[in-house]
Structure formats: C-alpha cells, structure tokens
C-alpha cells in the first residue's frame, strides 16, 4: 500500500466519525498557519488557515485549534468520509514578512467505509 | 484552466544530465515557489521569487536554477542530475508575499523526476 515504507504517523477513522489531526509546530514567532491535504498523485489543496491572534476557527466539516503555550495546532474533520482520505499537513510561515511557509511532516488519514 | 500547471509530470532520467521542468499560473499571483517532496512526504521549500524577484533561496545546490523570465512562469533547470535529486517537485504561487489570510498558496500537480 501507499503506506508501506513512508513511516508518517497513520489515523485510520471509521465512516461518520469525528478525526483529529495533530501537528507540533517549531517556531514560537510563527505567526500564521495552514492545513493542507494532499491526495494521491496530487499537490497539496488548501483547506483552511488560522492567524497567531486566534485560537479557533472553523469552516466546512473542519476546525482549526491553536494552542501557542505548548505550539500545537489540531485540525478536526466532522463526520469523516472517504473522500478525506489523504495525507494533511500542516505548515507554519515562520518567515514574518517573507512568508516563508514551513511544512511539517504530514500525517496519512485513511477512512473506512 | 488548470491554475498552476506543471511540465513534464514525468520525467526520467540519467545521472550526469540536465534537465527543467516548467510552471506556469493563471492565477495573476505575484509570488512563486519551488518545494520539493521526498519519499517520506517531506515538503521543502527551494526557492520563492516575487514579481520575478528571488526571494528566499533555501541552501539548494547550485546546480539547481531557478528562472522567472515573467512573473506568471517559474521554470527549475537541473544541471548534473544526482540520484539523490530523485523526488516530486511542486511549483506553487500566492497572490502576494506576505502571509495573511486569505494569501493562499496553490500547488501545481507535481512533476515526478527519476534519475537513474
């Protein structure tokens, strides 16, 4: 499978259930930040943004958490569906001005019908 | 229309040669990026350039070179392929360099190369 030999953190998430998805961000000055989800044979797809002055925001099926005492930032996808099958990144611009977006290492969500 | 469009989505190669891969967007962005994806899924930024101007240049090797003859293109020229430079590599815009909201950055679909 697409998995084998990646070693990216894997959540596997029945049909209909609530995901969680973690990333530990590095910079402390990090001032905004992105989820994106990547499908196979594909480039990265925007799913939502949230800035520093924050801690929640939320759109269609899916919120953004941000924590930046411990710098973690959650994504929650509401009532899973095969479709959000895909490896969801999240990235931090710890440029400042230069925007300079930092991806971390990305986490394979699988959902089973 | 394809926003960012990538060419070749596949490229294979021998070591020793030099080869480019070219970006294009519609999009009427300002700001351009090259990132490159391993085979653990690592997304790393190479270059940013913005109204044709390079802005960030990540340690990459010199035998990587970018070119932006117009802000709508971004091409990449390889010299000397490595096996190591075996990878996916995504172009991407913005509508501006700074990061705010809404300042999305959209991926191409990637261009695979292999060097054998």
């Known amino acids: 499978g697409e998995s084998v030999g990646l070693h990216l953190p894997t959540l596997s998430v029945q049909e209909g259930d609530n995901s969680i998805i973690n990333c530990a961000y590095s910079n402390s000055a990090s001032d905004y930040f992105i989820w994106y989800k990547q499908e196979s044979g594909k480039g990265p797809q925007f799913i939502i943004d949230?800035?520093?002055?924050?801690d929640k925001r939320q759109g269609q099926r899916v919120t953004v958490l941000l924590n930046k005492t411990v710098k973690h930032l959650s994504l929650q996808i509401a009532a899973t569906q095969p479709g959000d099958s895909a490896v969801y990144f999240c990235a931090e611009n710890s440029g400042g001005s230069n925007y300079k977006l930092t991806f971390g290492k990305g986490t394979l969500l699988t959902v089973n019908p | 229309d394809t926003a960012v469009s990538q060419t070749p989505k596949y490229l294979v190669t021998q070591m020793g040669n030099d080869k480019s891969i070219k970006c294009e967007q519609n999009?009427?962005?300002?700001?351009m990026y090259w990132y490159k994806q391993d085979s653990k899924k690592f997304l790393k930024i190479m270059f940013s350039y913005n109204n044709k101007e390079l802005i960030i240049n990540e340690t990459v090797p010199n035998r990587f070179s970018p070119k932006s003859p117009d802000k709508a293109h971004l091409n990449l020229h390889i010299n000397s392929l490595e096996l190591g430079d075996s990878a996916v590599y995504f172009c991407?815009?913005?509508?501006?360099?700074?990061?705010?909201?809404?300042?999305?950055?959209?991926f191409g679909e990637g261009s695979w190369l292999t060097v054998v």
């Open positions: 999009l009427g962005h300002d700001t």
């Open positions: 949230i800035r520093s002055n924050m």
């Open positions: 991407a815009s913005s509508p501006r360099g700074v990061a705010g909201s809404g300042n999305t950055r959209y």
